[in-house]
């Protein structure tokens, strides 16, 4: 069985400052980890992933996430926030060896202010 | 371009009222899915298929029939819809669906609808 657990449903954050979205994971096997972008009226957009590679993942738009496995987590970071980062923001998980079965987490909606 | 397409983009309907959501994807991807999105729940599988005539239930699978006779079409029945069925619905899809190596789902844009 394979949980995500997002904390916080929104977070909002001043332009300019550090963004962290939060994602704790619950695999009984070793997980493969996503991080999806949805804007406004549109579908999801794959932002980056862990497939047991390197633990820090650099993705798109300058996001990037580090597994880390003694925490079970996988935070979405950025160093600084832009009024086009907007979006909701959805963790998932998936077991290895079933990579196309997706777990989604609930959301984390993302407001960037002036 | 490379996508997946729905159709329709909203749909407003009537309890019990049959309908079908289309999803086609031109990528020759063998894994189709399909989700619902209701907030403070995020996305929910419903059914999944990994290759023609081969679809399987995924979490909520109640209230929804899927068919998968060609490769790249996955459409989406409600038989007899109910308003608890309004919702947000996305189609996805993937390359491969296992073998241990991850193959990124592509969404569609979403179909929003509302049963009254």
């Known amino acids: 069985a394979q949980s995500v657990t997002q904390l916080g449903s929104h977070v909002s954050v001043s332009e300019g400052a550090l963004v962290l979205l939060r994602c704790n994971y619950s695999?009984?096997?070793?997980?493969?980890l996503f991080w999806y972008v949805q804007y406004p009226n549109q579908g999801l957009q794959l932002l980056l992933k862990?497939?047991?590679?390197?633990?820090l993942v650099k993705g798109i738009n300058g996001f990037e996430a580090e597994f880390k496995k003694s925490e079970t987590s996988f935070h979405l970071t950025k160093p600084s926030a832009h009024m086009s980062d907007a979006a909701e923001y959805f963790c998932?998980?998936?077991?290895?060896?079933?990579?196309?079965?997706?777990?989604f987490g609930t959301g984390t909606r993302l407001q960037v202010t002036l | 371009e490379a996508q997946v397409t729905q159709n329709p983009r909203y749909l407003i309907t009537v309890t019990g009222k049959k309908l079908t959501v289309t999803c086609s994807q031109n990528?020759?991807?063998?894994?189709m899915s399909w989700y619902r999105q209701d907030p403070g729940l995020g996305l929910r599988q419903i059914y999944y298929?990994?290759?023609?005539?081969?679809?399987d239930k995924g979490d909520v699978p109640e209230g929804y029939k899927v068919s998968r006779k060609e490769k790249r079409n996955f459409p989406l029945i409600l038989e007899s819809p109910s308003p608890n069925q309004t919702s947000l619905y996305f189609c996805?899809?993937?390359?491969?669906?296992?073998?241990?190596?991850?193959?990124?789902?592509?969404f569609g844009p979403g179909t929003r609808l509302t049963v009254l």
């Open positions: 996805a899809s993937s390359l491969n669906p296992s073998g241990g190596i991850y193959n990124e789902q592509f």
């Open positions: 695999s009984s096997v070793p997980p493969y």
């Open positions: 862990y497939t047991s590679a390197a633990t």
């Open positions: 998932a998980v998936s077991a290895t060896g079933t990579a196309s079965k997706l777990t």
């Open positions: 990528m020759n991807h063998e894994y």
């Open positions: 298929s990994m290759n023609v005539e081969v679809t």
